[in-house]
């Protein structure tokens, strides 16, 4: 299904530096949230950063106000430390702890989880009956994560998109499940047509 008509009177707007416009409209968040999610990303790395330096890397990812922790951490006191961390920063209300007790991955690795990250977003949004914009994906180590507000039909059907991919090991659904009756209630009404007098 295609938005682009009922898309093309959205004027961007900017926000950040950022330009946004129809990818608001199609987000299945308002636009407070989203948001409120940039902040909640940017307050807990810079926490993370200030209370473990450099010796850990963890990627913050947040949607809908829960927020998804990957990456490498050196202990399993650093990875109960970040978790702590994070949980004290205003409006979180869920974390998802993905983080490993591993060495910081390489450039060659990160590169590949970015490539494959690239691979995922293009196959949703090659996939017709997926609104791609419904989904954050994230890679870390051969594994993607699939973050959004989404029915279980679309959620079982991006899985069998994701692990279809190449470069994909492992999915791991880290989603928000809504009704059938929720979807059609988040989705842009059309514009009726209009009769010159």
């Known amino acids: 299904m295609s938005l682009g008509g009922a898309l093309s009177a959205c004027a961007p707007v900017i926000i950040g530096g950022v330009v946004v416009g129809s990818i608001m409209a199609t987000d299945r968040r308002t636009a407070g949230i989203q948001i409120e999610d940039e902040s909640i990303e940017l307050r807990a790395a810079n926490g993370i950063r200030e209370h473990l330096g450099e010796r850990v890397h963890v990627n913050v990812t947040s949607y809908n106000r829960q927020v998804l922790l990957t990456g490498e951490v050196p202990s399993a006191q650093d990875k109960q ?33 970015t490539l494959v990250t690239g691979r995922v977003k293009a ?62 209630n988040l989705l842009p009404k059309p514009v009726p047509a209009t009769t010159p007098l």
């Open 81 to 113: 430390l970040v978790e702590i961390v994070v949980s004290r920063v205003e409006n979180v209300r869920a974390i998802v702890n993905e983080t490993s007790v591993l060495g910081n991955a390489t450039l060659t690795q990160r590169t590949s989880d």
């Open 123 to 184: 196959r949703l949004i090659d996939a017709k009956d997926l609104f791609a914009n419904s989904f954050k994906v994230v890679t870390e180590r051969g594994t993607t994560y699939l973050m959004g507000r989404v029915t279980l039909r679309e959620a079982d059907r991006a899985t069998e998109v994701v692990r279809s991919t190449g470069g994909v090991q492992k999915v791991v659904r880290v989603l928000e499940l809504i009704s059938e009756e929720e979807l059609q």
